[in-house]
């Protein structure tokens, strides 16, 4: 059994930043990553960021290369997305999930043990 659990949203302006976390418990020796999706109102479910289970290797949306930063910290088994220069389009519930396949993929059927999500609201 694995439990993760967001923090970190809030209601900022364009051009803010915010830091999510996600903090996992249970049997994390399973996954091979972590990773953050996120859901806008009416939308599907869409990629944002992947990171391997040794930090090695990060893999982002092209919607916010170069703005968003995952990054974890294996000691405290937390992932972060630091996401800056914050624009209207970021407004969803951000999820964290681990990754159960050895590639990361872009397709939310490759992670498990979804946690509850944070909202990020980001207003013009």
């Known amino acids: 059994q694995v439990q993760l659990e967001e923090s970190g949203g809030g209601s900022v302006q364009a051009g803010d930043s915010l830091r999510l976390s996600c903090a996992a418990s249970g049997r994390t020796f399973i996954w091979f990553g972590m990773a953050w999706f996120r859901q806008a109102p009416g939308k599907e479910r869409e990629f944002v960021a992947d990171i391997s289970r040794d930090g090695g290797s990060t893999y982002y949306a092209g919607s916010v290369k170069g703005r968003f930063t995952i990054s974890r910290d294996n000691d405290k088994n937390t992932a972060y997305l630091q996401m800056n220069s914050l624009e209207p389009e970021d407004t969803a519930v951000y999820y964290c999930?681990?990754?159960?396949?050895?590639?990361?993929?872009?397709?939310?059927?490759?992670?498990?043990?979804w946690g509850q999500g944070t909202q990020v609201t980001v207003s013009s």
């Open positions: 999930a681990l990754r159960v396949v050895p590639r990361y993929e872009t397709s939310a059927r490759g992670y498990a043990g």
